[in-house]
């Protein structure tokens, strides 16, 4: 007998800046079968309930810079929450940096060493058995964009990769949320976007930078899709061992969300 279609996996997208959206995510997401629900500012609800996976993007501020950001409270309010109720988590960026806040970490501001454009990212030991990061290449490029970084990790994370200027490049938290501080969402073509002028006065060049983007993408976007399939196998699994009442209850959370 054929088994049945595969139920829909609910996914909220949280959006911190217009300029660091889900990118290349949805496509890969909705391939899988997941419907996603994006939002931003005061749409982003205080709790992951009714949903299967959440993922926090970046933006250019930190975690905690609530007069700047101000739905960031409720944003963190979100991550414990997810955490504490086991709920698969993907914070990039921004996202990693207010996952390991939350959790007991330390980032730093301004850190003084800025990565822009393609890095390599390096796998540690400690990753051979993550269900996310395990099956990438023990190198891989990835587009980074920050300044600020962690320092600290949280009691009990696992610390995954590294890249040369930023030690903490992923980590785990429990068995199901995970912080990087790199962009497999990105593709080469963002960098289009990228001020040049800006990037000159930390002494960067637009121009090498989207070159050599442009030359890493096959196998950057290689292991942002090994990536991503990963996190969805841990969404899946973790959705279909949990009781159907309990994922359909509450529904999605209401609030104003929007589609990118």
């Known amino acids: 007998?054929?088994?049945?279609?595969?139920?829909?996996?609910e996914v909220l997208v949280v959006v911190?800046?217009?300029?660091?959206?889900?990118?290349?995510?949805?496509?890969?997401?909705?391939?899988?079968?997941?419907?996603?629900?994006?939002?931003?500012?005061?749409?982003i609800p205080d709790s992951p309930a009714g949903y299967d996976a959440v993922l926090l993007l970046g933006g250019g501020f930190?975690?905690?810079d609530d007069e700047r950001a101000p739905w960031l409270p409720r944003e963190r309010l979100l991550a414990r929450r997810a955490l504490r109720?086991?709920?698969p988590v993907l914070g990039i960026c921004l996202g990693a940096q207010l996952l390991a806040l939350v959790s007991g970490g330390t980032v730093v501001a301004d850190s003084g060493r800025p990565e822009r454009g393609s890095v390599m990212i390096r796998r540690l030991p400690e990753s051979a058995a993550d269900p996310v990061l395990g099956g990438l290449p023990?190198?891989?490029?990835?587009?980074?964009?920050?300044?600020?970084?962690?320092?600290?990790?949280?009691?009990?994370?696992?610390?995954l990769a590294s890249s040369e200027r930023c030690?903490?490049?992923?980590?785990r938290l429990g068995e199901a949320a995970w912080g990087l501080q790199f962009h497999p969402e990105v593709a080469a073509e963002r960098l289009d976007r990228w001020d040049a002028t800006r990037l000159a006065a930390e002494g960067a060049d637009l121009d090498e930078l989207r070159a050599t983007a442009a030359a890493a993408e096959p196998a950057s976007s290689a292991a942002a899709r090994a990536l991503l399939d990963g996190f969805v196998a841990v969404v899946r699994a973790r959705a279909a061992?949990?009781?159907a009442?309990?994922?359909?209850?509450?529904?999605?959370?209401?609030?104003?969300?929007?589609?990118?």
């Open 1 to 9: 007998m054929a088994d049945g279609p595969r139920p829909s996996l």
């Open 16 to 43: 911190n800046d217009p300029g660091s959206g889900p990118g290349r995510f949805p496509a890969w997401l909705e391939g899988h079968g997941a419907r996603l629900t994006t939002v931003a500012g005061d749409g």
């Open 62 to 64: 930190m975690p905690d």
């Open 85 to 87: 109720d086991g709920v």
């Open 138 to 159: 023990d190198e891989f490029p990835a587009i980074q964009h920050h300044r600020d970084e962690i320092v600290t990790l949280p009691p009990g994370a696992v610390h």
């Open 167 to 171: 030690p903490v490049q992923a980590f």
């Open 241 to 243: 061992a949990r009781p």
């Open 245 to 260: 009442e309990a994922r359909v209850s509450s529904g999605p959370a209401s609030g104003p969300g929007w589609r990118r």
